[in-house]
């Protein structure tokens, strides 16, 4: 069983920047690919980003492409999200997940075994 803790959302303004922490419970946290995503209010939940077990690869989805960047720090069995540039259509509660099966990084939320709680986003106008 893996536990994930998202931190570091918040309110800001747009353009402005936040970084968000999603800390492992596992003790081998690099068998496992990693992803981001977010759901705001009345929508379905959104894949951001996503990570191979071992960092070299990344993958985005097409609204956050060139703003956001996903990073992981396998010795702190931690991955995190950098946000910039932020718009107001970014608020929302942002999710991490892992996935044990595949090496690489994938958008579908099916594949993901364990989840966060979340940690809320909002950028204001």
């Known amino acids: 069983q893996v536990q994930l803790v998202e931190s570091g959302g918040g309110l800001v303004q747009a353009g402005g920047s936040l970084r968000l922490s999603c800390a492992s419970s596992?003790?081998?946290?690099?068998?496992?690919?990693m992803g981001w995503f977010r759901q705001a209010p009345g929508k379905e939940r959104e894949f951001v980003a996503a990570?191979?077990?071992?960092?070299?690869?990344?993958y985005y989805g097409e609204s956050t492409k060139g703003r956001f960047t996903i990073s992981r720090d396998n010795g702190k069995n931690t991955v995190y999200l950098q946000l910039n540039s932020l718009k107001p259509e970014d608020t929302a509660v942002y999710y991490c997940?892992?996935?044990?099966?595949?090496?690489?990084?994938?958008?579908?939320?099916?594949?993901?075994?364990?989840w966060g709680q979340g940690t809320q986003v909002t950028v204001s106008s």
């Open positions: 997940a892992a996935d044990r099966e595949y090496a690489v990084p994938l958008r579908q939320e099916s594949v993901y075994d364990y």
């Open positions: 596992g003790r081998i946290f690099s068998i496992y690919a």
């Open positions: 990570i191979s077990r071992s960092g070299g690869i990344t």
